[in-house]
DNA sequence: TCGATTACTGAAATCGTTTACAGCGCTCTC
DNA sequence: GAGAGCGCTGTAAACGATTTCAGTAATCGA
């Protein structure tokens, strides 16, 4: 591996040339520049990250920290990063499957020294309150959490309100017997979403029957499994919301193998619009995220950190839109 | 920010001890063992990666350049690649848009010091020639790229035989104008399901019609306009054979807004099985590929080579095999 | 002609670790 | 009782860069 020593003893200069060369700083004349400028590509020299990260405190990396990588919403969220983050000249350390305080305790110290901040998505609330005890570390910026976390930057879907628009859109489509299909249980999104359907149908007098909320776990087949469970009703549901948009595919399968049609038996409507919802057949309802800038919006809001220093911390919310499809039988007329 | 000094100060040590009791490493007595990692516990320490890793020349991290970030195959190679790595105690660093030999050339650059070894995704053949200046810097694994890259371990989809037994399925279906939704023009993979196609035909002594072969670029829309193409012909096709998913999908829903019934009117396939293909409506027909084992393949090889250092290269080839649904008409009876 | 200024370059300290080597106090052996 | 061996610990040299500070030669002004 060739190193600076070697680019400085073949131009014949000494290593601090050579690095005001590479990071064009001033003071060095044109020949000299020149010479080692040649040498340096001859060689195929560029400088060692880990040792210039050490001397200069700054690795030009960020760290993401996600529950999982399966599915579009993961996908959308890291192409969301990424492209802001490279724009800044940075990378992405990214880590899967962190769910667990533990997970992530072990994930934080593993990144010390290789990042400038980190994006954390860990809807699990428990994990959330020992990150409290990372403060002051480095920047980071938290995914879908807990609001409430006033020691960090945070960014959260409009998730109540979203779940409210799309149930007032069944409600006003005549439904009365809605299900929920609900995502994990200690999934902050996930309850917010619930807590937005169970508000509406309250402030609509329409009872709540709990035996319309099923537990799924944002997966498509808990939402194939949970159709399964409703169709099984004495009473069945009109329509179904899912708690995002895979589930919602799953449930559309489920259906489809029992032979009732969407929307006409049964209205359906997901959560996070993701690319393929559209797609579906029938397209699906569902309540519009901009995804990948909930990814863009973190990585902003880190990278403003790293740049401002200490700062008051924000708590972004993202909008969400009623994205009306064929699935839940279109627009109230 | 708290460092082993630190730690030894507190503990009353050298820092040699501490490091020695943060590796596990013998002759601590237990008593110096317990002492330093109480306080280490206590201080909060982690070692600082940088400058770990750059006396022991090992960064337990990978690097992934792919092309893109869109969609539901690359999240499925990392999910694939991270699933593997974790194991084996490695993060990724992700780094997307390389497309072209300059943009490759100076994410490699960045990331020297920073990464153990790389996994690179460039269809584009001309970027792949560029990369064998790198040799020897580290070990690399090619992803889907030219198999004739000896210089590097490389991992390839059966291109050429999933795409004969696809257009040989349908000609067995009786289809005898069978267009094909080509992928980009410098994609390897492209190119080789395109040879399929054509190989397939040519044997089965249907003449090759080049107006039912229409360029796309792997992405939704183009296989919508690829449609819009086709169904302007005079003489239409009776089956559309897409290089990759997205494009097929595109395809469906563009057959569907000019109320053209799949497969009844058009039976249509795709290339790569991507999660959602099943929940299609038709669910499509495609040739199934494992994504996630192509990245899960390439994490071990990479892993390989770091462990056992030098040995020769591997070219492996990831089978495909035919997955039959409703959108091109079901099995052959 | 001399001192000051300018333009450039090099020596050396530094970042936070790991690790080879040396040292120290014991115990054991002959 | 001297030397060897053992168990533990500390000193100091790396790793590959950046950066401060000092030094040198050339130019300038008086």
């Not at 994990?184 to 609509?204: F, I, V």
């Not at 709990?210 to 069945?236: C, N, P």
């Amino acid at each position: 591996m060739v190193t600076i020593k070697d680019v400085a003893r073949e131009a014949g200069v000494s290593v601090a040339t050579v690095s005001r060369v590479w990071n064009d700083a001033d003071f060095v004349s044109p020949e000299t520049r020149q010479r080692v400028a040649e040498v340096a590509a001859r060689l195929g020299y560029s400088p060692h990250g880990a040792a210039r990260s050490l001397i200069t405190r700054t690795t030009f990396a960020l760290g993401v920290l996600l529950p999982d990588l399966y599915g579009e919403f993961f996908s959308e969220i890291i192409r969301g990063i990424d492209h802001v983050v490279r724009a800044a000249g940075y990378h992405i350390l990214v880590s899967s499957s962190h769910e667990s305080k533990d997970e992530i305790d072990a994930a934080l110290r593993s990144m010390r020294g290789r990042v400038d901040g980190m994006i954390i998505m860990s809807s699990d609330l428990e994990a959330q309150r020992t990150l409290r005890t990372l403060q002051g570390s480095f920047p980071v910026v938290l995914l879908n959490g807990d609001a409430e976390s006033k020691a960090f930057d945070t960014i959260t879907i409009e998730n109540h309100e979203g779940a409210r628009a799309m149930t007032r859109h069944l409600v006003a489509r005549g439904h009365r017997r809605i299900a929920m299909i609900a995502g994990p249980e200690r999934n902050h999104d996930a309850a917010e979403r619930l807590r937005g359907y169970r508000t509406t149908l309250t402030e609509n007098r329409i009872e709540l029957d709990e035996s319309l909320v099923v537990q799924g776990d944002f997966s498509e087949l808990s939402g194939h499994l949970a159709v399964t469970q409703l169709l099984a009703l004495e009473s069945r549901p009109t329509a179904i919301f899912a708690a995002n948009d895979s589930m919602a595919i799953g449930a559309l399968s489920a259906l489809r193998e029992n032979d009732l049609r969407v929307p006409h038996d049964m209205a359906v409507a997901g959560f996070d619009d993701i690319p393929l919802a559209r797609y579906m057949n029938p397209p699906l309802s569902t309540v519009h995220v901009d995804i990948s800038q909930l990814g863009a919006r973190a990585a902003a809001l880190l990278l403003l950190s790293l740049q401002k220093g200490i700062r008051p911390h924000e708590h972004m919310q993202l909008s969400t839109t009623l994205v009306i499809r064929a699935s839940c039988g279109g627009a109230v007329s």
